[in-house]
């Protein structure tokens, strides 16, 4: 049986994304996020281990978007949840700034308290 590697916990949320790549601006929505990264689908495919700059826009309780720059770790997954964003990119954060690292992982905390109840964190 496979291990787990992740090292946070995630929470699904379902925020746009804007990614500022070498191809130009993909944008796209998160699956789910945690203090290490996210799970978007996307228009456009990424290659693994490209960095660029990420912006989550709508995150909650938030009055602007969290930016970070980010690494692809997993690339080309399919999303089942959408047509039109097909492409599922898993990227880990590479640079964040401590307190956004911090609220995401107070928003997972508070998500994973609530986790029977099924909550999503828009």
Known sequence: MEKDRRQH???I??????????QGVVTGITMDVSAGGAFMCCRQSLRVRE?????????P?????LEAEVEVIRSNI????????SYGIGVRF???????????????SDHLEEKDSLKTIY
């Open 9 to 11: 916990h995630r929470a």
């Open 13 to 22: 949320a379902h925020w746009p994304v804007t990614l500022e790549t070498s």
């Open 51 to 59: 960095r660029f700059f990420l912006a989550l826009h709508n995150v």
């Open 61 to 65: 309780l938030l009055d602007r978007s």
């Open 78 to 85: 399919h999303c089942m949840d959408d047509e039109l964003m």
């Open 94 to 108: 590479s640079r964040i700034a401590d307190e956004d690292r911090e609220f995401i992982t107070n928003l997972v």
